[in-house]
Structures are given as structure tokens and as C-alpha cells.
């Protein structure tokens, strides 16, 4: 198996939704986050050498999956989509970066702050993820992380070839993803998953 999607929304982009989405149009699973045991603060050995600038065995990361979505997938979307040249890159946006620090503010900041200091003995990946994102350690300032959500929407959209690109808003909902698939548009409603009053990481 193949990825034929690669997700390259950020968090709060509705990266669970597409996730369901997918695997029901693709008919086998999407990778996310919340597949990773340890999630969020301890992603395992292959992760762990992504993050520290290696190259791990993507094809062992995404055995039995068609599609990745969320981080960590998104933050090597650059990786995997020469990796899987044939796939379908997916840039997940809000309709501002305001929106989207909004929903990180109530759901994600709050537990990555927990696992930033040094000397938090549980895993710090998500902190290390957050780094790398924001290409600072002092990523915990809303100018920051604001500025680079606009860097990281315009550097997907830079960067892949627009056949290729779906740029997809929440709230677009299935035909976009069908159109770009080419396949019909399912009777049942879009999953609709992990809104801001029920998150839960």
C-alpha cells in the first residue's frame, strides 16, 4: 500500500474530519495522530528520528494507511510527497491565522506547554513538533505562531505543482475532496470530528 494523500493542514484544520473522509473515500485508513500510542508527547523511534533530522522508514510508518493528516505527517508533508510522488497533497487551512490560534489556544497550546520545560519527565515530542513548526524554541508568543501559520500556507502553496494541490477550507465539506478523487460524492453527511467543545488529544 501507498499514500495517495498526503495531508499538509496544520492541527485545527479540521485534520480528523479529512481523516474520516479519506478513509471512507479510499476505503482503508488515514494516519493521524491519535494512531500513535504515545501520543502526544512520546511518538516512538521512527518519529523521533524524523524529528531530529533523519530519515526514517516512511513505508514502515505508513504500512496499511493510504493518507497522513495531522502532525506529525503534516510538518513532513515536503518529505512524503517525494517520497510518494503520485500522491494528493492536501493543505487544510482556517479562514485566518486568528481563527486558527483561536482553536490552538483552547485545545493544542495548552498541552504542549505542559511538556515544554526541560525537565518534564513524560515525553516531549509535541513541544519538539511545536519547535519545529515555528522554527523556535520561543514558539509560545502569538506573533510567532501567527506568523508562521501565514509562512506555512503560503510555502504549500508555493511549492506544489497546482494539479497536484487541493487547498481545502473547513467548512468546504465533500466535494472538493471528490472532485480532486474523481469519485462520487457519499449520501451521508461530512464527518464533521474533534470540534473545539469536544477535543480531546
Not at 533523519?54 to 504500512?63: A, F, M, Q, R, V
Not at 510518494?84 to 487544510?92: E, Q
Not at 491565522?97 to 513524560?122: F, H, K, N, Q, Y
Not at 522554527?135 to 511549492?159: E, I, P, S
Request: net charge negative; proline share 7%; aromatic share 12%.
Amino acid at each position: 500500500m501507498t499514500l495517495k494523500v498526503v495531508g499538509a493542514g496544520l492541527p485545527r484544520t479540521a485534520t480528523e474530519s479529512l481523516r474520516d473522509a479519506f478513509a471512507t473515500l479510499l476505503g482503508a485508513p488515514v494516519h493521524h495522530l491519535r494512531d500513535i500510542p504515545g501520543h502526544p508527547y512520546v511518538l516512538g523511534q521512527q518519529w523521533s528520528v524524523a524529528l531530529a533530522g533523519g530519515t526514517p522508514d516512511w513505508d514502515e510508518i505508513y504500512d496499511g494507511y493510504v493518507g497522513g493528516f495531522d502532525w506529525p505527517s503534516a510538518l513532513f508533508w515536503r518529505e512524503l510527497a517525494a517520497h510518494y510522488p503520485a500522491s494528493l497533497v492536501v493543505l487544510s487551512t482556517r479562514d485566518s491565522a486568528d481563527t486558527w490560534l483561536e482553536s490552538m489556544e483552547a485545545t493544542v497550546l495548552p498541552v504542549a506547554r505542559a511538556c515544554a520545560p526541560e525537565d518534564w519527565i513524560g515525553g516531549r515530542d509535541l513541544a519538539v513538533m511545536m519547535e519545529r513548526f515555528a522554527g523556535t524554541a520561543d514558539w509560545d508568543d502569538r506573533a510567532v505562531l501567527g506568523a508562521a501559520y501565514d509562512a506555512w500556507v503560503a510555502g504549500v502553496r508555493a511549492d506544489v505543482a497546482p494539479a497536484r494541490l487541493l487547498d481545502w477550507q473547513v467548512g468546504d465539506g465533500w466535494e472538493p475532496l471528490c472532485s480532486a478523487l474523481d469519485v462520487p460524492v457519499p449520501d451521508a453527511a461530512f464527518p464533521w470530528l474533534n470540534r473545539r467543545e469536544d477535543w480531546l488529544y
